[in-house]
């Protein structure tokens, strides 16, 4: 008899907590690599020293190949490697420029089932501030303002709120003082988010800070204007953390702080593409192209197009080698191949890797090196140490139901939390 009541205790508690509803924010900071964890300057941070006491924290986390953004994100939001998701790069590979410096914005280029479709199906609600690669129809997100951006000024908003939700734009703009365009800082991202998670309510909100990623382009990870950014990112979430434990009766509220890669320093940028145009490849007098490289900074991989002729890797490799230094050839007998088909593009038959910190860059009417060209950036191999990345969970128990070491497990964490029945394998 005993028995039978703490069972049925213990069967009364479980349905108590499981009654509670469970929502989740998936809260992106670009470009927050696993190096701050150990780095004296960051670990001096009041705030950061909270957060990492009350998440649990995991690093490093392996990103995608290439370790760049869109990829990334696409990975944290299907479960599934660049290879099968085949969303491959920043930028669509477009030698010519048609699309007038466009992204790869558009999410009908995502081939295996994103959470959105997911938790839509299901029943659930999403909510989308920004978040990378979702142009797409407004209804398939309840609460939907995509990433995208052509110019600056006000011609910018008036597109913004034909994209969004109808009249979310709008109601952001009065009650959380947000007028929302790819240029507003993270600041604006986080007010409207709040808003919405507060007032609309979703089950999941994917919530993307690019601030971070823009300044260490710009200064480099590390630098002082970084560490006050994270300051301030940090404080932020503090702050949610507070607000969502007020609901703690009712709801059971994960954040998972996620990242996309890490940063480095370069030295000396090639242009594979100048050299595929010097052998006849690339044609802009006939604005023609048969193969082109799709760079990502320390990886590339070759794509046809059209009725591309056989390709000539060994006149290719000797021209590569001669020109830029610490940059390799991938072709099929090479130990590397099989993991960047596996992990890159099942198909491409030959890819370039950037093993020191030479940068590779898309542009074909360039010198084929610059070797004084530096800058800070990132998209090499994300084994390496400093393209590795972190996330933390916040749980209210401070257990994470996934373990998270690849940026692809974000998606199995929200299958778990939200209690989705989400595909296995492929995806
Ligand atoms: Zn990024």
């Given at each position: 008899?005993k028995l039978?009541?703490?069972?049925?205790?213990?069967?009364?508690?479980?349905?108590?907590?499981?009654a509670?509803?469970?929502r989740?924010?998936?809260?992106s900071i670009?470009?927050?690599?696993?190096?701050y964890?150990?780095?004296p300057?960051?670990?001096?941070?009041?705030?950061w020293?909270?957060?990492l006491?009350?998440?649990?924290?995991?690093?490093?986390?392996?990103?995608?190949?290439?370790s760049?953004?869109?990829?990334?994100?696409?990975?944290?939001?299907?479960?599934?490697?660049?290879?099968?998701?085949?969303?491959?790069?920043?930028?669509?590979?477009?030698?010519?420029?048609?699309?007038?410096?466009?992204?790869?914005?558009?999410s009908?280029?995502?081939?295996?089932?994103?959470?959105?479709?997911?938790?839509?199906?299901?029943?659930?609600?999403a909510?989308?501030?920004?978040?990378?690669?979702?142009?797409?129809?407004a209804?398939?997100?309840?609460y939907?303002?995509?990433?995208?951006?052509?110019?600056?000024?006000?011609?910018?908003?008036?597109?913004?709120?034909?994209?969004?939700?109808?009249g979310?734009?709008?109601?952001?703009?009065?009650?959380a003082r947000?007028?929302?365009?790819?240029?507003?800082?993270d600041a604006?991202r986080i007010?409207a988010?709040?808003y919405?998670?507060?007032?609309?309510?979703?089950?999941l909100?994917?919530?993307?800070?690019p601030?971070?990623?823009t300044?260490?382009?710009?200064n480099g990870a590390y630098?002082a204007?970084?560490?006050?950014?994270?300051?301030?990112?940090g404080?932020?979430l503090?702050?949610?953390?507070?607000e969502?434990?007020?609901?703690?009766?009712?709801?059971?509220?994960?954040?998972?702080?996620?990242?996309?890669?890490?940063f480095?320093?370069?030295?000396?940028?090639?242009h594979?593409?100048?050299?595929?145009?010097?052998?006849?490849?690339?044609?802009?007098?006939?604005q023609r192209?048969?193969?082109?490289f799709?760079?990502?900074?320390g990886?590339?991989?070759?794509v046809?197009?059209?009725?591309a002729p056989?390709?000539?890797t060994?006149?290719?490799?000797?021209?590569?080698?001669?020109?830029c230094?610490?940059?390799e050839?991938?072709?099929r007998?090479?130990e590397?191949?099989p993991?960047?088909?596996r992990?890159?593009?099942a198909k491409?038959?030959?890819?370039l890797?950037?093993?020191?910190?030479?940068?590779m860059?898309a542009?074909w009417?360039?010198?084929v090196?610059?070797?004084d060209?530096?800058?800070h950036?990132?998209?090499?191999?994300?084994d390496?140490p400093?393209?590795?990345?972190?996330?933390?969970?916040f749980?209210?128990?401070?257990k994470?139901?996934?373990?998270?070491?690849?940026?692809?497990?974000?998606?199995?964490?929200?299958c778990?939390?939200l209690?989705?029945?989400?595909?296995?394998?492929?995806?």
């Open positions: 008899m039978f009541v703490s069972l049925f205790c213990l069967s009364a508690l479980l349905t108590g907590a499981d509670k509803r469970h989740l924010v998936i809260w670009d470009g927050f690599a696993a190096g964890l150990t780095n300057q960051f670990q001096e941070s009041a705030v020293r909270r957060l006491r009350r998440g649990k924290v995991f690093a490093p986390v392996e990103t995608t190949i290439p760049v953004t869109y990829p990334a994100h696409t990975a944290m939001v299907t479960g599934s490697e660049t290879a099968a998701h085949q969303l491959y790069s920043n930028h669509p590979v477009d030698p010519f420029n048609l699309s007038k410096d466009g992204w790869t914005w558009y009908e280029d995502i081939k295996t089932k994103p959470l959105w479709d997911i938790v839509r199906e299901q029943g659930k609600s909510a989308n501030i920004m978040w990378p690669v979702t142009m797409l129809p209804g398939r997100i309840r939907h303002i995509p990433q995208f951006d052509r110019a600056k000024g006000p011609e910018e908003l008036k597109m913004m709120r034909v994209l969004t939700t109808p979310l734009h709008r109601e952001i703009e009065i009650h947000a007028a929302l365009n790819e240029h507003v800082g604006e007010r988010g709040k919405i998670w507060h007032k609309k309510k979703p089950d909100m994917l919530l993307y800070n601030g971070l990623d300044i260490e382009h710009g630098s204007p970084a560490f006050a950014h994270l300051d301030f990112l404080r932020e503090e702050q949610f953390l507070r969502t434990e007020k609901h703690k009766s009712r709801e059971r509220t994960a954040v998972l702080l996620v990242s996309d890669h890490g480095m320093t370069f030295r000396g940028k090639c594979p593409n100048a050299i595929l145009k010097n052998m006849g490849y690339i044609e802009p007098a006939k192209w048969t193969y082109a799709d760079t990502a900074g990886v590339a991989r070759l046809p197009h059209g009725q056989d390709f000539k060994r006149e290719f490799s000797e021209l590569l080698t001669q020109q230094p610490d940059i050839v991938i072709t007998d090479h590397d191949f993991r960047l088909r992990g890159f593009d491409a038959k030959l890819f890797v950037g093993r020191a910190n030479v940068l860059s542009a009417n360039k010198e090196f610059l070797p060209a530096t800058g950036t990132h998209g090499f191999l994300p390496r400093d393209m590795q990345t972190l996330a933390i969970a749980t209210p128990d401070r994470s139901p996934v373990k998270i070491t690849r940026t692809k497990d974000t998606f199995r964490f929200a778990s939390w209690k989705l029945r989400c595909p296995r394998g492929k995806n």
